[in-house]
């Protein structure tokens, strides 16, 4: 790609604002019997994770008890700002992040956050928990049953991320160090390119 195509991206993303980059949709799933699984899982505290402050490790229950589980990479290439939502009417899944890795026998490591509670908001509402992930790195979303019935039950992740706090999805990078690498990185800003004029374009209507 040339130097001027490259430098016109960067113009073109400096200027485009919409309500959320879509980093990652993993559509409408559910665990699955063959899934691995693990001994414990994360407390329910109650505590909705934000960007006002890391959120505590809220301990493990049930060691002894086996929980199925799946999880979800998303490398984070800018937009650190994340925003997860979980939607699932079913209070017997329940999801959490983690910065890179996940390791199920040490639950503690790496944790960024949860949203303290699981099933959708009187059956509808979906679960939504916002964590900090530095550019460059990755967030791991867990998603595991809380008892016997979650395999099978329907969900949907949805990661979004934002420049700031104030939901803003402004990215200004160097037009000199810009470069549009692989179909991955390619892609991704076209996305955001689309999705800025489609902003644009309803705005007009």
Avoid: C
Wanted: aromatic content about 10%; hydrophobic content about 40%.
């Amino acid at each position: 790609m040339s130097v001027r195509l490259s430098v016109l991206f960067a113009a073109m993303l400096v200027s485009t604002t919409a309500s959320g980059a879509i980093l990652f949709d993993s559509g409408v799933t559910s665990l699955l019997a063959t899934d691995p699984t693990q001994l414990g899982r994360l407390t329910r505290d109650g505590v909705i994770s934000d960007w006002s402050a890391p959120k505590a490790y809220p301990g493990e229950i049930n060691t002894t008890t086996s929980y199925h589980y799946q999880t979800f990479t998303i490398p984070i290439l800018f937009l650190p700002y994340l925003q997860i939502t979980m939607d699932s009417t079913a209070a017997t899944t329940f999801a959490a992040a983690y910065l890179n890795s996940y390791n199920p026998a040490n639950k503690a490591t790496n944790y960024l956050g949860d949203p303290g509670s699981s099933g959708n908001f009187f059956g509808v509402d979906p679960q939504t928990f916002q964590v900090f992930v530095n550019p460059g790195s990755s967030v791991v979303v867990l998603v595991n049953e809380t008892a016997t019935g979650g395999v099978g039950q329907p969900f949907r992740i949805l990661v979004e991320g934002f420049s700031d706090t104030e939901f803003n999805e402004t990215v200004a990078p160097e037009p000199g160090s810009f470069i549009l690498g692989g179909s991955g990185l390619g892609l991704a800003l076209l996305s955001v390119l689309r999705r800025g004029r489609r902003t644009q374009n309803s705005n007009n209507n």
